[in-house]
């Protein structure tokens, strides 16, 4: 059975937790879009990993781990996230492989997003890890792959044509010195060797793994709002963070994909800039951010919390085409004596049941809410649905109707074991 694990959201829903889970009942954990912008932790025997490129799935010994054509590699990031996986004395070889394909992030992407940041009037808070530029370049048909790395004259060409390029608009728009070929190059060209025994012709490689019968596992990275063509622009990544994006970013095409797991949490969060018509006031900001330690896995920038909003998760329900979801962090709620789930949105006397992309709306609008009682108990114990108190059912009942999907997973504590599957 092959398996989209997708955002619902603005990312950290809870993702890396769910793929260790699903990992379990498949044969390979394949990243699909994104780069080291995401952060997915997992908890195993109470210790915590934070994966950033390398599948969440690492941790299961015998499964294949693959970074598909869509993601792109900060190669230097990469190496670093092996060397910890070798700390750990986690094994990775001969089952870690990267697609030829990846497009290769560069000094200048990194610098450039933070730069163009900078002189932003709308600022969308990136994490800074070069990820919009190294996709534009992939777009604008100047970017770096990994098979060109292995091309030493291609690859030198390359590098030249960006540098005299982007060195132009560094020094004339940024007042930036730029960058030199010979450092960056000789870098490269070491990070290649380290990396080569990973790379293969993934497309081949997944349809070999298809016709043996294995199941894969795509693991989504970001949420269906900060998609590119689907979030809320342009406060949003630069990559398909939605179940299309597995097609795509992967080489496995629509015909091979059989089921579609979508990730919420049971409130919402946003790490960066951009309108969030369910955001807390500060008081219970403050307290959802201290129980769910709402804190980014990547840039340990504070996240904004609010209510769940319905309207943003039916929507995404219906464009990434999600067969059963999943509702994490459930147990983040606990204290709460009331909880709102946001129906609709009004704005200038009009009102709005299903997602409006104009940003002016979206930034302006003020939520309609149903409110529900809370259950005020600890729940992290809890391991049948049947267990649950019956605020809580009728809470996850609600959500169910409203979003017109099944919930087949119910996260109660950020451990392997706190999960509750129907
Ligand atoms: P991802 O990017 O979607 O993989 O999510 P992150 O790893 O960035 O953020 C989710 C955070 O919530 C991590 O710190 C997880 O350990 C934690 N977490 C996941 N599920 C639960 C849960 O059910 N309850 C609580 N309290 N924490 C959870
Ligand atoms: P995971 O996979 C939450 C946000 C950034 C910023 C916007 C653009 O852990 O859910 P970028 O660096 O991608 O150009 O930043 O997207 N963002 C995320 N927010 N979770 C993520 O990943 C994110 N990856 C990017 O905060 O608002
Ligand atoms: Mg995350």
Redesign the pocket.
């Known amino acids: 059975m092959n398996t989209i694990l997708v955002?619902l959201q603005?990312?950290?829903?809870g993702?890396g937790k769910l793929i260790d889970i699903l990992a379990k009942d498949s044969d390979y954990i394949v990243r699909y879009q994104?780069g080291n912008?995401?952060?997915?932790t997992v908890v195993v025997n109470g210790k915590s990993y934070i994966f950033h490129l390398i599948p969440s799935g690492i941790l299961h010994k015998d499964k294949i781990c693959l970074i598909g054509n869509g993601v792109v590699i900060d190669p230097e990031a990469l190496l670093q996230e092996i060397a910890a996986l070798k700390k750990e004395k986690i094994g990775y070889q001969g089952r870690l492989k990267i697609s030829s394909q990846a497009h290769v992030i560069f000094p200048y992407h990194k610098i450039l997003?933070s730069l163009r940041e900078s002189k932003r009037h709308l600022r969308?808070?990136?994490?800074?890890?070069g990820?919009?530029p190294c996709y534009a370049d992939k777009v604008a048909r100047c970017g770096i792959r990994i098979c060109d790395l292995f091309n030493r004259k291609l690859f030198t060409q390359k590098l030249k044509d960006n540098l005299a390029e982007k060195n132009e608009i560094f020094r004339k728009v940024f007042h930036h010195k730029g960058f030199t070929f010979g450092a960056l190059y000789a870098h490269y060209v070491s990070y290649a060797r380290k990396l080569k025994p990973l790379v293969c012709n993934a497309p081949l490689f997944l349809a070999e793994a298809q016709e043996k019968g294995k199941a894969i596992l795509f693991e989504g990275?970001?949420?269906s709002f900060?998609d590119i063509d689907f979030g809320t622009y342009p406060?949003?990544?630069?990559s398909s963070a939605t179940s299309g994006g597995a097609c795509i970013g992967t080489g496995v095409p629509p015909t091979k994909m059989e089921r579609v797991v979508g990730v919420v949490k049971a409130y919402t969060t946003?790490?960066?800039?951009?309108p969030f018509v369910t955001e807390f006031k500060p008081s219970l900001n403050a307290i959802i951010r201290e129980k769910g330690r709402e804190f980014?896995?990547?840039?340990g920038r504070p996240r904004r919390c609010g209510w769940f909003d319905s309207v943003m998760a039916r929507f995404s329900c219906i464009i990434n085409g999600v067969s059963e979801m999943a509702v994490m962090k459930l147990d983040v709620l606990d204290e709460l004596r009331t909880i709102k789930i946001c129906t609709a949105y009004t704005y200038k006397g009009k009102r709005f049941s299903e997602f409006p992309y104009d940003l002016e709306v979206l930034t302006k609008a003020k939520p309609v809410y149903e409110e529900l009682a809370g259950w005020q108990r600890n729940i992290s114990n809890v391991r049948y649905y049947a267990k649950l108190p019956v605020n809580a059912r009728r809470y996850l009942d609600r959500l169910q109707e409203l979003l017109k999907t099944k919930i087949s997973y119910i996260s109660v504590g950020s451990k392997r074991e706190e999960t509750i599957v129907r």
């Open positions: 955002g603005w990312g950290d829903e993702k994104g912008n995401a952060g997915h997003d969308i808070g990136t994490t800074g890890r990820i919009g990275a970001q949420g900060l406060f949003v990544t630069s946003r790490v960066g800039e951009g980014g896995s990547t840039t």
